[in-house]
């Protein structure tokens, strides 16, 4: 069949910005009206074909074969998909059509263009690649069962489970008769495991104290791995305090006598709120709704928190002898364990949000992937810090930029509602809380010779360290798309100005994907790196994680809930 001479083209996009071009005007695949039948004597036979099913051949099957392939821009994604000759099926499927080799009750149904490539002698298409394992697989199984955040989290509750069911045996009386105590107690360690301030000073002695040469590399990298699993104990607790509540409502209720029911009530109402506020923690329900997660856990905490203090006062009051309320100034609580238990928790939930102010910023979007956000005042190397639109209903944080002196910046990939409106719809004043906390990256700290990977935005994370003096040598391997054009000349200079022995950067536009963990091992061993940071999406730190420590080099890199 003749080809249709070149003319102007419409361009349509698939599979990861893979660009495709189609002809466009009257293709000719299928005749406009049904071929006259057959007379007499003649050979061959037509079959009446549905409407519906040759609108789907028509625009389905032989329209969609004449797509091309465009090279008019680099792409660091590729799809694998390949095209048999759209002029030969076309003519075979005509050509089938016309002798009623094809009809509706023997061959339309399962007929595919498998079928047809088959018939002509062509290879069939290779099948489709399996699909990639969702980000929540990923986060919650493939990172293993024996993490150490999941081994903080066991040993946690074991030790309360153990004094838990002593205390129910009566071998372990302190317990039985201050089990609010505990259940108050477990609610100030995942406070103490949440707090910026705390975790802050924390790093910060750990830095200090086991950052030396003459420390062994296996105790910095537990201390490492510590660190960064501190949620296991945070989430534990959680899962504690429930139990060690419940079981003081069962001995409250048991001695209705001395309990007055309001105490009942109140003590009811923490516990319904810490239930559900673990709800919303559930990681199904965190992964997917995350916004829904992070009101809920901080409006039922802070309520919580208020009726903590209702429960303290009420517990501490009361004579059960008389049978009534002492005024609570007379009643020696400050010798109470639990209400200082609870000014604890007060103090560690209140002093981030004393920082919190709305302060002026700058947004500039050199694309529409990623947008810097800058800021007044000089930020210390491995920072993190979180910015809102609104203080009560979101929070979001990043990695700071900073050369330490007069001012700071944020990268944010456009990758959800909030980071895509600062390219489209760039504020001028944004939400801060002035105490920024210390993550995995302020551990770099702890090491002599360390190697950063990231992928995309995730440079973020490090660029302080190329900006600032640093105990550790820094050596960066940086995968991105479309550097220039996506992060900017700011982004550029940062990495370019560092120097170039210690640095490999990879344009994926350019170079193609590369394999992010076999590069990363090789240029772990060529730099002779301690330990190697990385920062990506979950499935892209997993491998590398997992690609080092298999080589036998110590690797972190963000875990669920770190």
């Known amino acids: 069949m003749e080809r249709m001479p070149e003319r102007a083209v419409g361009k349509s996009t698939s599979c990861r910005g893979v660009a495709f071009e189609r002809t466009s005007g009257e293709l000719g695949l299928l005749p406009k009206a049904p071929p006259a039948l057959p007379q007499d004597g003649q050979s061959g036979r037509w ?82 690649k399996p699909r990639k394992p969702s980000r929540l697989s990923i986060i919650l199984l493939d990172q293993g ?35 609010a105590l505990f259940a108050i107690g477990n609610i100030l360690a995942l406070s103490l495991c949440r707090s910026e301030a705390f975790l802050r000073v924390v790093f910060l002695l750990v830095v200090k104290l086991f950052g030396r040469k003459w420390v062994p590399l296996h ?17 534990s607790c959680g899962v504690s305090s429930i139990a060690w509540l419940v079981y003081a409502l069962v001995l409250s209720i048991k001695d ?8 009942i009530a109140v003590a009811s109402t923490i516990l319904s709120l810490i239930c559900i506020s673990s709800l919303a923690a559930f990681p199904l329900v965190r992964h997917l709704h995350h916004n829904v997660f992070e009101r809920t856990h901080r409006f039922t905490g802070w309520t919580a928190l208020a009726l903590l203090w209702v429960f303290v006062v009420l517990t501490i009051s009361y004579n059960p002898n008389t049978k009534t309320y002492n005024n609570f100034f007379r009643s020696n609580f400050y010798n109470k ?32 992937h990623a947008s810097i956000i800058k800021f007044e005042g000089g930020v210390k190397a491995g920072l993190l810090g979180r910015i809102s639109p609104s203080p009560l209903s979101e929070w979001h944080a990043f990695g700071i930029i900073s050369s ?87 982004i550029m200079d940062i990495v370019s100005g560092y120097p170039k022995d210690k640095v490999i950067m990879h344009d994926t536009a350019i170079l193609g994907r590369p394999n992010v963990a076999k590069m990363s091992v090789e240029a772990a061993k060529n730099w002779g790196a301690e330990v190697v940071i990385v920062t990506s999406n979950p499935e892209g730190s997993r491998d590398v994680v997992n690609a080092c420590k298999a080589s036998g080099i110590p690797a972190f890199g963000p875990i669920w809930d770190s």
């Open 47 to 128: 079959v009446w074909i549905p409407r519906s099913q040759k609108v789907f051949f028509q625009d389905f099957l032989l329209d969609n074969l004449v797509l091309e392939r465009t090279v008019s821009r680099s792409s660091s994604h590729f799809c694998d998909l390949d095209f048999t000759d759209e002029g030969a099926v076309k003519d075979h499927f005509q050509e089938l059509m016309e002798k009623g080799e094809i009809c509706h009750d023997d061959h339309l149904e399962n007929q595919n263009i498998a079928d047809i490539e088959k018939q002509m002698g062509q290879a069939p298409k290779p099948a489709a």
């Open 145 to 179: 069962l024996f993490t150490v955040y999941k081994r903080l989290f066991m040993v946690c509750l074991i030790l309360n489970i153990i004094a838990l069911v002593l205390a129910a045996m009566g071998h372990f009386p302190y317990a039985k008769y201050n089990a």
């Open 219 to 235: 105790f910095k990298t537990a201390v490492t791995s510590f660190l960064q699993s501190l949620g296991g104990i945070h989430s």
């Open 256 to 263: 209705k006598q001395n309990t007055p029911p309001e105490i």
């Open 337 to 368: 364990q639990e209400f200082w238990f609870t000014l604890s928790i007060t103090i560690t939930i209140i002093i981030p949000w004393l920082t919190v102010s709305r302060v002026p910023v700058k947004v500039s979007s050199t694309s529409n």
């Open 404 to 490: 330490g002196e007069k001012d700071h910046m944020m990268l944010a990939g456009a990758v959800g509602d909030f980071t895509k409106s600062l390219v489209s719809n760039p504020p001028t004043y944004l939400w801060v809380r002035k105490l920024h906390f210390a993550g995995l990256p302020y551990l770099i700290n702890l090491y002599k010779k360390v190697m950063v990977v990231a992928t995309g935005s995730g440079i973020c994370v490090f660029l302080s360290f190329l900006l600032q003096p640093c105990s550790a040598e820094v050596c960066l391997v940086w995968v991105a798309k479309g550097i220039d054009e996506n992060f900017g000349k700011e």
